[in-house]
């Protein structure tokens, strides 16, 4: 994440604006790196609004390995959902098992995306298992690179999840069953004066403070925009159609593309 990308955006001077902003942190996680995340949640807190977080139940991946883990993790996360955080799960082991983009292909690996049902099946169940077992419940789902398939959307249902945080657009709408909350296309995106509601996507991991006043910045000038996600359960969730469903995986492949692009010329 490079401070020199996050838009500033701009304050409105007069009239009600159009397109609303949520927000969702990824990788949530006991070992974390804590003083970001911290830094975040008083930003939340100072501008009046709630993110959705996304816990990854049993995190595997070093990646996401910062701090050491804190024990009163879940009783923090109970704490923070009682207090009007929005919790998701974020896959389970937060393991990229396949060269597969899925559905939403933003992305060429997915831990889920083409994989046997039955795998996928203990994966999710799992998940859902070591969440509650901490009182964690949720009926959302956060995949990580935002990559899943139609298997994985059907397992979700079966076990009671009934929201999937991604897609695009600019209003929650239902696909195979399932409610889908749209991210931005591009964070840019979100400072348009289209009417609707987008998320914007945080990897709160690393934040320098660089990053973290840029975001402050963004806050403060846009007050309007900014709103908690329990918004979208707010809002009727109308069926995607044809059209919609495809120029959603257009877009989706073409942004996986250019990022993959962009990392060769950068290694060039």
């Known amino acids: 994440m490079n401070a020199d990308s996050i838009p500033e955006g701009r304050a409105e001077e007069q009239g009600e604006i159009a397109m609303k902003i949520a927000v969702r942190m990824d990788d949530i996680t006991p070992d974390m790196d804590w003083k970001s995340f911290d830094a975040f949640v008083s930003l939340f807190r100072k501008y009046n609004f709630f993110p959705l977080l996304g816990i ?9 390995t910062v701090d050491e883990a804190d024990p009163d993790f879940y009783q923090k996360m109970i704490n923070l959902q009682k207090e009007g955080f ?46 509650e077992k901490e009182g964690i419940y949720t009926d959302i789902f956060m995949a990580p690179g935002h990559t899943l398939d139609r298997t994985t959307v059907k397992i979700l249902k079966e076990l009671g999840f009934r929201c999937i945080t991604d897609g695009f657009g600019t209003a929650p709408y239902k696909r195979w069953g399932m409610v889908w909350l749209p991210i931005s296309f591009l964070r840019r995106f979100c400072f348009t004066d289209k009417e609707g509601i987008t998320t914007l996507v945080i990897h709160a991991n690393h934040s320098t403070k660089q990053q973290l006043d840029a975001y402050e910045k963004m806050f403060s000038e846009n007050p309007d925009r900014f709103v908690s996600y329990s918004v979208f359960f707010e809002m009727e969730a109308k069926p995607q159609s044809l059209p919609a469903r495809i120029k959603e995986y257009g877009l989706a492949l073409g942004k996986q593309w250019a990022a993959r692009a962009k990392r060769a010329l950068r290694r060039g």
């Open 56 to 64: 990854v139940p049993q995190n595997q991946d070093p990646k996401l």
């Open 86 to 131: 929005c919790l998701a799960m974020h896959g389970c082991n937060h393991l990229y098992a396949t060269k597969k983009g899925g559905c939403f292909p933003l992305n060429p690996q997915s831990e889920f995306a083409g994989r046997q049902e039955s795998e996928q099946r203990a994966l999710l169940a799992k998940g859902k298992e070591l969440l």
